[in-house]
């Protein structure tokens, strides 16, 4: 059980290049997220999707777009790095939450993402 | 305003002291959940405990429990015990039911255990 995989691990982009960071969980979860965190501070949510096919914006969705187009996958591409998008990337999954919100997330290892 | 307010960027415990962290938030929802997560050097993160604003008692899990004090809108973790393995950043998040019960996550705190 792999439960939730990132790929790359590490990537060194110029400024003006296009990636795509691939996200995949094998729990069946329908919810799945992106996050940042930067330096000092904690994770900040970029998209998240409720299903496949299904995407919403979080906190700071300007400069990614995300595609759900199968249920264990969730992608997140970065049509024109900037120096900005220097981050570590997370990817996390949960069933839907319940009451008070009680399902955990379940994160990847995540993507370190140099921007130069 | 910070939703989750983590004061401590940093601690010094002794090896086998119990250790207690603290996390404040904001909330008008009344429906809303705390998490504390644990991300080690190595920088995955894990998952250590929950608590519901409608739990009546304070979560625990194994040497970790939360000492929930709800009219304070405070949600501290307590380790006991602690261990070496224990060294990492700890972060505090919540999820409010107004807000598609999205985590919204403290600055952390960055905990080293001494031998």
């Known amino acids: 059980n792999a439960g939730v995989t990132q790929t790359p691990k590490f990537r060194v982009l110029k400024t003006g290049q296009s990636m795509t960071l691939l996200c995949a969980q094998d729990?069946?979860?329908?919810?799945m997220y992106w996050y940042r965190q930067d330096p000092g501070m904690g994770l900040r949510l970029i998209h998240y999707?409720?299903?496949?096919?299904?995407?919403a914006k979080g906190e700071v969705p300007d400069g990614y777009n995300v595609s759900r187009l199968k249920k264990q996958n969730f992608l997140l591409g970065l049509e024109s790095a900037a120096p900005s998008q220097t981050s570590v990337y997370f990817c996390?999954?949960?069933?839907?939450?319940?009451?008070?919100?009680?399902?955990?997330?379940?994160f990847g290892p995540g993507t370190r993402l140099l921007v130069l | 305003a910070q939703k989750i307010t983590q004061t401590q960027p940093g601690m010094f415990v002794q090896e086998k002291e119990a250790v207690t962290l603290d996390c404040t938030y904001d909330?008008?929802?009344?429906?809303?959940?705390l998490f504390w997560y644990k991300q080690p050097s190595s920088g995955e993160m894990i998952f250590l405990i929950y608590?519901?604003?409608?739990d009546q008692q304070n979560a625990t899990e194994g040497r970790y429990s939360l000492n929930f004090q709800k009219a304070r809108k405070s949600a501290n973790l307590v380790i006991s015990a602690s261990q070496l393995g224990d060294s990492a950043m700890y972060f505090c998040?919540?999820?409010?039911?107004?807000?598609?019960?999205?985590?919204?996550w403290g600055a952390g705190t960055k905990l080293i255990i001494k031998p």
């Open positions: 608590q519901g604003s409608y």
């Open positions: 996390a999954s949960s069933r839907p939450p319940g009451l008070a919100g009680q399902e955990t997330q379940y």
């Open positions: 909330t008008s929802d009344p429906s809303y959940g």
């Open positions: 999707s409720v299903g496949e096919g299904t995407t």
């Open positions: 998040a919540m999820r409010e039911e107004d807000s598609n019960y999205q985590l919204i």
């Open positions: 729990m069946n979860h329908e919810y």
